[in-house]
């Protein structure tokens, strides 16, 4: 029975705590539909996020009075928004698939800040799980991507990842569950639904048991993930000195390794380095002191043959702000000044240095400012491909001393809107069709 089976793989796993507020994320396909039921059946308190992204027509529309309407006959709250999908998806240059997502975690981080909300429930299941091992072998991945799905992340939280998909339409049918059909499920226009499509059964009909057997290989490679963070963690501890509040490893016993970047690139993304950061810190000339690359929360130093970690200092300890609107006053770790404006009367194509225009539809809440980092890339103003911070300045001819303090700003999105003080993106730039701008000026209003 499917609903003792979602009890005790709750309770087993430790995925749920009687004082957790719930948010269920429902489109109105089979999947969560049918997870909403299991939720009231076991018992649960929750509410319901609903994203219609507007890419089906009446379809989507019909999709989100579904929810409603289930929501209401189960008194359950639902909060509900409309995207314009495809155009976010041109404005950002992102594709169909990444702009949903990228919006509908936005929204539903919206929510999980603004109601208390502990925990966010999604329909993932067994089958979502071995068509994203396929994704991401495809894809290059290493280890950690063909564990698969995983069944808690950060307060992301997956309660049908033991159930398959044959197992989830049984119980729609017995119980009379209500979901629509989404008709681009039908197509093979995405990597997912080829990948359900045809690999998959492909797979079934040469082995009857491939679900279960492709099943036990991820789990595998998940008890195989841990043991290699086990060994690294052991191997990293032999060249690792920790002093004064700071982390010093030794990079020259770390280059004796043939995956001396793998094992530096495992220890310094648990500090939020990325792999390019890490590549850099790498190969960087060992006689050429004083390098530092930042994270969000952590700077290293290269000396010589030592790799000095350590938390920012005071210095840099603003090293990254949440901007929530333009009502909020930035003052460190520089000043910026805010502001709306209509398109009347703004020579928005002399902007100074010190500010820059945008065009306000095209930007998503909130902003983040932070130093530059070593890898990040934006589409300058009037180009069409990406080139690297580090090239800008360079080309711009911009002293070390002054690139340590050049700071960039980026949207939800992850799109870097401006590089202050030098570059504005073109992503985001302010059209005859713009209406509501946005200026954002260095130092305090006049």
């Not at 934006?378 to 080139?387: A, D, F, Q």
Request: proline share 1%.
């Amino acid at each position: 029975m499917l609903l003792k089976r979602f009890k005790d793989f709750i309770d087993h796993q430790k995925l749920l705590a009687p004082s957790d507020k719930l948010l269920l994320a429902v489109s109105g396909g089979i999947d969560s539909m049918v997870l909403l039921d299991l939720c009231l059946q076991a018992g649960y308190d929750v509410e319901v996020a609903h994203c219609n992204f507007k890419l089906r027509g009446t379809e989507s529309d019909a999709d989100e009075q579904l929810v409603a309407e289930v929501c209401n006959a189960h008194r359950i709250k639902l909060h509900s928004i409309s995207f314009e999908t495809a155009q976010y998806a041109i404005e950002k240059g992102l594709s169909i698939q990444m702009a949903a997502r990228t919006l509908r975690y936005d929204y539903f981080n919206q929510l999980v800040v603004a109601h208390g909300f502990n925990k966010l429930l999604t329909a993932h299941h067994a089958d979502d799980n071995i068509e994203t091992f396929f994704i991401n072998l495809l894809r290059s991945t290493g280890i950690d991507g063909l564990t698969g799905i995983p069944l808690q992340n950060g307060n992301i939280i997956r309660p049908l990842l033991f159930a398959n998909k044959k197992e989830i339409a049984i119980y729609a049918v017995e119980h009379h569950i209500s979901y629509r059909e989404d008709s681009s499920n039908d197509k093979d226009d995405y990597l997912r639904n080829y990948i359900r499509h045809h690999v998959v059964p492909a797979l079934q009909h040469a082995a009857k048991n491939a679900h279960t057997a492709i099943g036990n290989s991820m789990k595998h490679l998940v008890e195989d993930a841990n043991l290699l963070r086990e060994l690294h963690a052991k191997t990293m501890h032999d060249f690792t000195v920790q002093k004064d509040n700071k982390i010093i490893i030794n990079k020259a016993r770390l280059n004796e390794f043939q995956n001396a970047l793998q094992l530096l690139y495992m220890y310094l993304k648990n500090y939020g380095f990325n792999h390019t950061q890490v590549q850099d810190i790498l190969n960087h000339d060992a006689g050429q002191s004083g390098k530092k690359f930042y994270s969000s929360t952590h700077t290293v130093l290269l000396n010589r043959q030592e790799i000095i970690l350590s938390q920012h200092d005071e210095v840099h300890a603003y090293n990254e702000v949440i901007i929530n609107d333009v009502h909020q006053c930035i003052d460190t770790p520089i000043q910026l000044q805010i502001k709306k404006l209509v398109k009347v009367n703004v020579d928005y194509k002399q902007a100074a240095a010190n500010e820059a225009f945008f065009d306000e539809a095209k930007i998503r809440w909130p902003l983040k400012l932070r130093k530059w980092q070593s890898g990040d890339s934006m589409i300058v103003l009037g180009m069409k491909h990406r080139k690297k911070i580090s090239d800008i300045l360079v080309d711009l001819k911009v002293d070390l001393w002054t690139k340590e303090k050049t700071y960039v700003l980026i949207d939800a999105t992850g799109t870097i809107l401006w590089l202050i003080g030098y570059r504005v993106s073109d992503l985001c730039k302010v059209t005859d069709s713009s209406n509501s701008l946005l200026h954002i000026q260095i130092g305090t209003a006049e």
